[in-house]
């Protein structure tokens, strides 16, 4: 999540220090603000937490000879699947996950079949080569995972969560 709020001046507001995200110690909005003091700390804690997990996946990948793109695209083929699919799952755009789907290709990790049912259409599939790269990434990536300290049973009531807030 991005920090839409801007500074204060950019909110008209000179004179009065724009808060920062609350992993930092900074203090929430004031009460007539658009947000509570609740949703501030919760989109600050969501917003530490994706950047976590970016460089991590960043880091792993860099370390397999990826990028970050690539890695999240081997992560997210979990079976064959078409381009849109794909995009959907990495939350991009189509044309985001065509490019790097290209380049998984000319690295011969994806190679791109008939989809069985709808001729017009093609799929991803993972090649030998790609599926021993995925095995090795998914290992990394596990490894000092930024949701490793919690339990499997709180990483669970995280996901329920999170799910709750997204699916309005």
Not at 34 to 54: F, K, Q, Y
Not at 68 to 78: D, H, I, Y
Request: with cysteine; aromatic share 2%; net charge neutral.
């Amino acid at each position: 999540m991005a920090n839409t709020r801007g500074n204060a001046q950019e909110r008209g507001q000179a004179g009065r220090t724009a808060p920062a995200s609350p992993e930092r110690g900074r203090t929430a909005p004031e009460a007539d603000e658009s947000l509570t003091a609740a949703d501030w700390r919760v989109c600050g804690l969501v917003n530490a937490l994706a950047r976590r997990i970016e460089t991590h996946v960043r880091e792993h990948a860099t370390a397999l000879g990826l990028t970050a793109p690539q890695a999240v695209a081997l992560r997210e083929l979990t079976g064959p699947m078409t381009l849109r699919e794909l995009a959907q799952r990495m939350s991009c755009e189509p044309s985001n996950a065509t490019f790097v789907s290209d380049r998984l290709e000319e690295q011969e990790l994806v190679e791109r079949r008939p989809h069985p049912s709808d001729r017009r259409a093609k799929q991803l599939v993972l090649t030998p080569k790609g599926s021993a790269l995925r095995e090795r990434l998914m290992a990394s990536l596990s490894k000092e995972s930024p949701l490793s300290p919690l339990s499997d049973q709180e990483q669970d009531t995280l996901q329920e969560l999170l799910m709750r807030a997204v699916v309005r």
